[in-house]
Each structure stands twice: as C-alpha cells, then as structure tokens.
C-alpha cells in the first residue's frame, strides 16, 4: 500500500539499499506458512512431524494472522512509515511462536494485538488521506480484527472464518484500487463498488445469526468478482509480455476463483464444518483467489518491502499452474470423485506454495547477482 515510490521520484542512496533488517518479520511469516501447510496436509491424513501434525486444528489460524497478519501488516508499515507500526507484524510474528511452545491461548490474544495495531495504522493513512481504496483497506483491517478477537475470546475458527476471508478478499480489492489510481474508476463504478462492500458487510453481520447471510455473503463475492474482472487493467494488460501478462494472468485466474467461491456459498447456503462445500468454498478463496494475488504481486511487493530486485522469469508459471491444478483436484474430489482426489489436490497446493517460495528466493538471488556484475 503505497510502499513503492511514485514513477519518476529520485531514492535516496539508502532507499536503494536492501532493508535486510525487516526480513526477521518475514521469517515469522513464512515459519507460520510452511507450519501452516504442514498442518492442513496432516489434516488430510499425510503423516508429518508430531508437533507440526499437533497443529492441524490451527491450520486456519497459522495462514491467515500467522502468514497473512506478518505479510499485510509489514506491508503497511513500510506505508505507513512510523516504527509503531512495525508492531503489527511482530505481535503477529511472536504469536506464532507461541503457537509453535503450544499456548494457542496466548497466541490468539497476540495475533489480535497485531490486528489491532494493523488497524490502527491504517486508520493512520485514512485521517492524513480519503481516498476510496484507503477506506477499503481500513475496513478489511476491522474485519481482522473482529474476527481475531472474537477467536481469542472463544468463539470457534468456524464462526470467525467470514471475518478472516473478508479482509483477505477486501485488502486485495483494496489494493486493486490503489494501483489504479492513475486510470480510476468511474464515479458510478465507484459507487457499485460501495455497494458491494456494504452487502458483504450486512451479510456477514447476519451470518452471525442466519444461514442465509453465507448465501449473501456467496452473493458478494460474486458481484466483487465481476467488478473486478470489469474494472481492472488486467484485461488489457494480459495481452501484453513478460512480467505484466503474469501479473494479469495471475489477477484474471483468481477472479475465476472467487466467482467460484461465492457460487459455491449461494448454492450451499451455509458452510458447515466438514461438509464438501465448506471445503470448496475456502480453498477456493485461499488457494485460488488469495495465492494467485500473492504470487502475482510478489514481484512488487518484494521490492517496496525489501528494496530488492525480484526479475521476472518464465518460471514464475510453475507455481500458478500447479496451484490451479492442485485446487481443481480438490474441488473435483469436493464435488464427489472422492476423498482421494480431494487430498491428492491438496498435496499439489502445498507443492506450488512450496515452489512459489523457492523460485522467489531464487528470483532475488538472481536479482542481486546480475546487480553486482
């Protein structure tokens, strides 16, 4: 979120060097990815390590505060630009570790700091700027931060799942909007865009009490989904070259997904644990949609937070492509083809998040050796 310099501003001699110092936060949030995904394939009968197969019932919590607490937030306080901010994704980071010695109670209450100071800053960004993006962004910071308390006060990962896919999904429109600030929507898109947010907040509200709010809020995700597939620069810059065409088929394939997602909450209607829809549901949310955002927008993201280079390679495809695989496998064994299709998918997942990480790692590697020849 606005991490980057404008086009065309002069950095600084230390704005050019690599901002190693925040790589520790990264190291929390990726320790709660590879736990993460150690977890959600012992939830699907893989053996794993005993303390990583202990975790399986945290599998949700460890992705979405553990993972996306530490990466969301640390974006946002490079934006935001005050060290207090750096608070968010260390409460978020130190919660994971305490996940990890076995005290998810305490855990909880952490990752709920660091959603509130996450919120914070960006209500912060909001007093010094009013922009439509910026608003967004600040509601999916409440949906954090709802969710996350409402779970550290002892409601069930079940009940708080729509609050934690809602700022994951919201923070990606969010962004979205920011990055076309320069060919902005129109008025009247702008205005259906408002009303989107508002029906998947009121749905979310009344899922609280009604089964019929999931089957709004599936509702929602569909008309956001067709919002962005109209109003993005993706469909235009898909047919360009290189990195660009990655970053938009990356953008094009997870609004698939999300329209898929919420088709799947309107047809079920509810979202029971356990049940194939449920399963559905979320991964195509978190696999399809929320990856597909991370692994196209690695290449910026990277170099705003660390100052590195991250150049573009063909192989950047690898891992999108076995994402999709792996989550058309699991849907399929979700929609009946049975269980073994299901947890065959969610090894294919777990392999392209895997060499995701690998072929960005290799990315800046590669990116600091050419810098130096």
Do not use: N
Not at 152 to 163: E, F, R
Not at 247 to 265: D, E, F, K, T
């Amino acid at each position: 979120m606005g991490a980057a310099l404008a086009p065309g501003t002069a950095r600084t001699s230390a704005e050019r060097r690599p901002a190693w110092w925040r790589v520790p936060f990264l190291v929390l949030g990726f320790v709660a990815l590879f736990v993460g995904i150690g977890a959600g394939l012992a939830r699907l009968g893989y053996a794993m390590p005993g303390p990583v197969a202990a975790l399986a019932g945290l599998h949700g919590p460890l992705m979405v505060c553990g993972f996306f607490g530490v990466v969301i937030a640390l974006e946002r306080a490079v934006a935001v630009g005050h060290a207090w901010a750096y608070a968010a994704p260390a409460l978020a980071g130190v919660g994971t570790v305490f996940v990890l010695i076995g005290d998810a109670s305490l855990a909880a209450w952490l990752y709920c700091g660091g959603a509130a100071v996450l919120l914070a800053a960006s209500l912060d960004v909001l007093r010094r700027q009013r922009a439509l993006f910026i608003y967004t962004l600040a509601l999916a910071a409440a949906f954090l931060a709802v969710g996350v308390a409402a779970w550290a006060a002892g409601a069930s990962v079940h009940a708080v799942v729509p609050w934690w896919l809602a700022f994951l999904i919201v923070t990606i429109a969010g962004e979205r909007l920011e990055l076309s600030r320069f060919m902005p929507p129109s008025p009247r898109a702008q205005r259906v865009f408002g009303l989107v947010l508002a029906l998947i907040v009121l749905s979310m509200l009344a899922a609280i009490r009604w089964d019929w709010g999931i089957r709004g809020f599936g509702l929602g995700l569909l008309a956001l989904a067709l919002w962005l597939f109209r109003h993005d620069v993706a469909r235009r810059t898909v047919r360009q070259h290189g990195l660009t065409r990655f970053i938009a088929v990356c953008l094009l394939s997870g609004y698939a997904w999300l329209a898929v997602a919420g088709a799947v909450m309107v047809a079920a209607g509810a979202l029971q644990p356990g049940a194939p829809a449920y399963d559905a549901a979320l991964h195509a949310v978190l696999l399809g949609f929320v990856f597909a955002m991370v692994f196209g927008h690695a290449p910026i993201i990277f170099p705003a937070v660390l100052r590195v280079s991250v150049p573009y390679h063909p192989a950047f495809y690898l891992p999108l492509v076995l994402l999709h695989a792996g989550l058309l496998l699991r849907l399929a064994g979700d929609a009946g083809a049975g269980f073994a299709l299901t947890r065959s998918g969610g090894l294919v997942a777990a392999l392209a998040l895997l060499a995701f990480v690998v072929g960005t790692a290799a990315a800046v590697i590669r990116g600091r050796l050419t810098a130096k020849v």
